[in-house]
C-alpha cells in the first residue's frame, strides 16, 4: 500500500465519547500534519510533528490531543467534542517540514452528535 | 499577516470554455506555491509546486503560473471531469502550508 492512510473514514461521536483518528503513511517522509476542513473555510492546520516531535500547535482546544508513535504514524484522540468540530480531518506527509509539496490522505469525516 | 486568496469562489464553464483561476498572495518569504485538486469528500491531491517568478508547470489541461504577487491555474478546453475544487497553497520558511478557500469548478457537457 502507498500514500497515506487515514481510519476511520467516518465517525459519528456523542459529546462524551472517546475516539482516536488514525493515520499512516508509507512514503518514507519525515514530517506529519493534521488539518480540519469546515465547509466555506480555508483547510486549518492544527499539528505538526517534525521527525517525531510536534513543531506546531495552533491554539488547538485540549479536547483534541495529537500522538506521533513513529515517523510512519500518527493519532488525534478527540474527547468531549462540541457540534462544531463537525468536520472533515485530513492528515497529510511531506518529506520535510517546510517548503515541500504535502500528500494527503482520503480524511475522515467527523460527526459530533 | 500572511493570506491567500482564491478567485472567483464558483466557476462554472462549458465543456471545451477555456479560463483561468486566481491566487492571490501576501506573504512574506514565499518558498514555494502549491496547487492541489479536492474532490467533494476525498482529500486534496498534489498537481503542482511552482518556486520562482516566471515559472510555469503544465500537466494535460492544466497549466499552472507563477508571479511575484499571484499564480494562475489556466485550463484550457476543460471537461466534465475536471469539475473539482482547486485549492492554492503558500509555503513560508519553516512552517506549514496556508492554503487558500479555493474555487470550486464545475464544466458541464
Known amino acids: 500500500e502507498t500514500g497515506v492512510t487515514q481510519t476511520p473514514r467516518h465517525l459519528v461521536m456523542g459529546m462524551t465519547n472517546k475516539k482516536s483518528l488514525k493515520c499512516e503513511q508509507h512514503?518514507?517522509?519525515?514530517?506529519m500534519y493534521w488539518y480540519k476542513q469546515s465547509a466555506k473555510k480555508p483547510l486549518e492546520l492544527m499539528f505538526v510533528?517534525?521527525?517525531?516531535?510536534?513543531?506546531e500547535n495552533n491554539s488547538v482546544p485540549s479536547r483534541f490531543s495529537p500522538e506521533c508513535p513513529n515517523s510512519s504514524h500518527l493519532f488525534l484522540h478527540l474527547h468531549t467534542l462540541q457540534p462544531e468540530d463537525s468536520a472533515l480531518y485530513l492528515c497529510?506527509?511531506?518529506?520535510?517540514?517546510?517548503?515541500?509539496?504535502?500528500?494527503f490522505g482520503q480524511g475522515t469525516r467527523l460527526t459530533v452528535v | 499577516e500572511d493570506q491567500v486568496t482564491q478567485s472567483p469562489e464558483a466557476l462554472r464553464l462549458q465543456e471545451g470554455e477555456s479560463s483561468s483561476l486566481n491566487c492571490s498572495y501576501t506573504?512574506?518569504?514565499?518558498?514555494?506555491l502549491f496547487w492541489y485538486r479536492q474532490d467533494p469528500g476525498k482529500g486534496p491531491e498534489f498537481l503542482f509546486t511552482?518556486?520562482?517568478a516566471g515559472e510555469e508547470k503544465e500537466k494535460e489541461r492544466l497549466k499552472a503560473t507563477l508571479t511575484k504577487k499571484e499564480s494562475f491555474l489556466h485550463i484550457t478546453a476543460p471537461k466534465p471531469e475536471d469539475s473539482a475544487t482547486y485549492l492554492c497553497?503558500?509555503?513560508?520558511?519553516?512552517?506549514?502550508?496556508?492554503f487558500g478557500k479555493g474555487t470550486t469548478l464545475s464544466v458541464s457537457s
Open positions: 497529510a506527509s511531506s518529506q520535510e517540514y517546510g517548503a515541500t509539496e504535502a500528500f
Open positions: 512514503l518514507g517522509h519525515n514530517a
Open positions: 510533528y517534525s521527525l517525531e516531535e510536534r513543531v
Open positions: 506573504v512574506s518569504g514565499l518558498r514555494g
Open positions: 511552482l518556486y520562482s
Open positions: 497553497a503558500a509555503s513560508l520558511s519553516r512552517t506549514a502550508l496556508i
